[in-house]
């Protein structure tokens, strides 16, 4: 039944998200036209429900040959491949709202663990790779609000980015995705999604902490 009003939820949330705001989505479309290189959407193969690769939907924030620029798969603060445009949309995550056609077309849900790269799902351990993706991934997800900024957390970090991302950064959130498939509910649910709506307003707020027990922080 969980799964059932969960689709319902994902299905008519997505659809009144997109009309919404389909008027601010017009002018970001008209934005990423008018600036950096062009492009509006970027469409990227990342991993999905059953560890199946399936195509995610963004707004443009980087240079299209980003992936091989850089700290590849890596994104660092003030990152020299992200456009003007771009960095607007990543710090807000209105870069991630095309995903709510992901959403309608059954590829994700609101709330789950976020889909990662196959490079970067492949830095997990073996335990994570057998199972985090036994749900749906996300749009929003624990380890994505308890890992807002991990640019800043890798870009001050005395590690190299890679290793601070593989080494603290992955196995932290493994840990929470983990603990939202054990407590998965509706509630639950509600709650993240209320949270993250909440740290794009207050983005260095710990109310996470409070509002969900015994994270495995």
Not at 107 to 127: A, H, N, Q, S, W
Not at 132 to 147: E, H, Q, R, W
Not at 154 to 162: D, G, K
């Amino acid at each position: 039944m969980y799964r059932i009003i969960k689709r319902l939820i994902d299905l008519i949330v997505s659809v009144l998200i997109i009309l919404l705001l389909l008027p601010f989505f017009v002018l970001v479309v008209i934005l990423l036209k008018l600036t950096g290189e062009g492009e509006i959407f970027y469409f990227q193969d990342r991993v999905g429900y059953k560890n199946k690769v399936f195509k995610i939907w963004k707004f443009a924030t980087m240079l299209k040959n980003s992936p091989n620029m850089g700290s590849g798969d890596v994104t660092l603060r003030n990152d020299p491949r992200v456009t003007t445009v771009g960095k607007f949309l990543r710090i807000t995550k209105i870069n991630e709202f095309p995903q709510l056609i992901n959403i309608l077309k059954g590829d994700m849900t609101i709330v789950g663990p976020r889909p990662l790269m196959k490079v970067g799902f492949d830095r997990y351990e073996k335990k994570y790779k057998e199972s985090i993706y036994n749900v749906k991934p996300g749009l929003t997800g624990i380890g994505s609000i308890a890992f807002r900024d991990e640019e800043k957390i890798m870009t001050e970090s005395n590690m190299p980015p890679h290793e601070c991302y593989e080494k603290i950064i992955l196995p932290m959130k493994g840990s929470l995705e983990l603990w939202y498939q054990e407590h998965a509910s509706l509630s639950v649910d509600f709650k993240i999604m209320f949270l993250t709506f909440w740290n794009i307003v207050f983005p260095n707020s710990k109310m996470y902490k409070k509002c969900l027990k015994d994270l495995p922080l």
